[in-house]
């Protein structure tokens, strides 16, 4: 192996590992730990991506659809998401968010921003210009 390509290893793992740990540290800053993370990235999906069906849903979450189904059945239950009927498909439903899960959504992210800002705040100047390069390379990465 080349220098070049144990270096590349090296910062891959460094990287995951590094990535790992921040992403758990911004999962803890919670509003609401009675939602289970399942249920937030169910509730993202739909802002996100709008009102679907379940089976939809599953796809975007990459789970079954009957775990699914038991996700939407506690969102509805905690009235976070509501049942219409799917335009074309009588045999359907479709699932949307409402107004609270909007506010929920919206107050885990501010939370989650709150927590990173006052961290970012304690870095000098030449390390958020550092990470704001990194936070670009990192889009690229993902993008790809």
Partial sequence: MTRSTLDTAALAHDLRLAVMRFSRRLRNQRVDTSVT??????L?????????????????????????????????????VTRTPHPTD????????????????TEEARAREAWLSGRLQGLTAEKRATLREAAEIMEELAGG
């Fill in 37 to 42: 993370l399942t249920h937030l990235a169910a």
């Fill in 44 to 80: 993202s999906t739909l802002k996100r991506h709008g009102p679907m069906s379940p089976g939809e849903l599953a796809a975007h979450e990459r789970v079954q659809p009957p775990s699914m189904t038991r996700v939407v059945v506690a969102l509805e239950g905690r009235g976070l």
């Fill in 90 to 105: 009588g045999r359907q439903v479709v699932i949307g968010l409402t107004a609270a899960a909007e506010t929920l959504l």
